[in-house]
């Protein structure tokens, strides 16, 4: 129940930038499918998501890898969207 009030507290904002913490994590099946709905129409709206997850499905799917150089410059790998 805590995780379901941080996700909304977050959410129902609409902010721009999001930062989650394993966000899926205590929540049932039901609620973890309803925020990766979410999560996807928040990056289509342009919201920029920055997330630590363990699950393989949304770390593959739902992100776009980057690294950084030495001189701190991003570079980005894998599909836009």
Do not use: C, W
């Not at 394993?22 to 039901?30: F, H, K, M, N, Q």
């Not at 925020?35 to 919201?47: H, T, V, W």
């Not at 001189?71 to 980005?76: K, L, V």
């Amino acid at each position: 129940m805590k995780q379901k009030i941080m996700v909304i507290s977050v959410l129902m904002r609409r902010p721009e930038v999001i930062f989650l913490d394993e966000p899926t994590v205590g929540l049932d099946a039901r609620s973890a499918k309803i925020l990766k709905m979410l999560l996807e129409k928040y990056k289509g709206e342009g919201s920029t998501i920055f997330m630590t997850t363990h699950v393989l499905e949304i770390a593959e799917k739902d992100v776009r890898p980057y690294r950084h150089n030495q001189q701190g410059e991003a570079y980005f790998r894998g599909h836009d969207g």
